[in-house]
């Protein structure tokens, strides 16, 4: 079982409580099973027992975790909680115990995944995984012409389903396009992409040949700094909600709160905690498919830890973006926000 690499963490885990308030699931549930302590004690019994694997209820614990990793990021020993459900789900998927709602998302996942490529010949491509506007506020921050590749996903979604063969064929279809592109640099505005390409792909032997991927927080600081995009005062106070994708799986934490400041935006913390996680299930990345009524939770959490009902919220995560604004929340992108009080050098 995948299970058995993650040994350390069950043994770990199980008996401590040191980090369940940092647990997103376990917050709004307030059930033992929702935090790392939990998962770890279900998933001793099902090592010691493997055919407890297909207890329902066990199942449906493992596809309620958010996947945050707060709880790792802040552990004084980093044991990868986060690492260890990621591989019961594949165990899951091994013994052909998928939830019937699992299956259909990766299927659907899979009919639409269809990628294209526009632009020729640039060395900046942008990837984008949303039929919004990111190329485009890209493109006017930086007055640079680029290559755009859309995809609906880039496998993260199968991977952290627990589909890692329907993952990993995705992956190798859309690094073979960005290097067919000829481009360097790989610049997306989703941190759920950037990690699935700067992390996931290299795990799956895919080597980028030299190619850079960034983030477009870590890009635009570049740019920034070196003077070739100037960002205009502007004296709004804003929230900003780190993206768990940057800060618990890439240490991405100054660059988005640096930019905002150099716009002149005053930066209040939001929340009681600031190792807690408020991306609302963004490394589950189908969180509120599968499970709407737990996300709606962490919605009206969301909102008790808001200091008044009109503050503005700005994110780095579009599915943090599309939840909150979905809720009514006044929420802007970062790249919204930069644009609001940008000028090009």
């Excluded at 004084?76 to 709602?101: K, M, T, W």
């Excluded at 990766?106 to 919004?132: H, M, N, R, W």
């Excluded at 795990?203 to 995009?229: C, F, N, P, Q, R």
């Excluded at 709606?296 to 599309?322: C, G, N």
Aim: glycine share 4%; net charge negative.
């Amino acid at each position: 079982m995948h299970i058995q690499t993650h040994t350390d963490v069950i043994s770990a885990c199980r008996f401590c409580f040191m980090c369940r308030h940092l647990d997103t699931t376990g917050n709004v549930t307030f059930r033992e099973a929702d935090t790392p302590r939990g998962r770890a004690l279900v998933l001793d019994r099902i090592r010691m027992n493997p055919e407890q694997l297909a207890n329902p209820d066990f199942i449906n614990v493992m596809y309620q975790s958010t996947l945050s990793a707060a709880c790792r990021k802040h552990c004084v020993s980093h044991y990868d909680e986060a690492g260890l459900v990621l591989q019961a789900r594949r165990d899951i998927v091994e013994q052909n115990l998928v939830p019937e709602a699992v299956s259909q998302l990766a299927q659907s996942i899979q009919e639409q995944f269809d990628p294209k490529l526009t632009g020729e010949g640039q060395d900046v491509l942008i990837l984008s995984t949303q039929k919004d506007t990111f190329e485009h506020q890209l493109v006017h921050l930086t007055d640079k012409t680029v290559q755009v590749l859309q995809v609906n996903d880039t496998g993260k979604i199968p991977s952290v389903l627990g589909l890692t063969d329907q993952a990993k064929e995705m992956a190798k279809q859309i690094a073979a396009m960005i290097k067919k592109s000829g481009c360097s640099t790989v610049v997306t505005n989703s941190p759920a992409a950037f990690d699935a390409l700067k992390n996931d792909y290299p795990s799956w032997e895919i080597d980028w040949d030299g190619i850079t991927i960034e983030h477009s927080s870590t890009y635009l600081t570049k740019l920034v700094d070196a003077k070739k995009v100037t960002l205009q005062c502007n004296d709004e106070v804003v929230y900003y909600i780190d993206s768990d994708y940057l800060r618990n799986y890439n240490d991405i934490t100054v660059e988005p709160r640096q930019l905002l400041e150099q716009a002149g935006y005053q930066l209040n913390p939001f929340g009681t905690n600031p190792e807690e996680s408020y991306a609302l299930g963004e490394a589950a990345m189908v969180l509120d498919q599968l499970h709407p009524k737990l996300v709606q939770m962490m919605v009206e959490r969301f909102k008790s830890m808001m200091d008044q009902p009109l503050d503005r919220i700005v994110t780095a995560s579009p599915y943090t973006l599309r939840i909150l604004r979905g809720a009514g929340i006044d929420v802007m992108s970062l790249e919204e926000a930069l644009l609001a009080c940008s000028a090009k050098a």
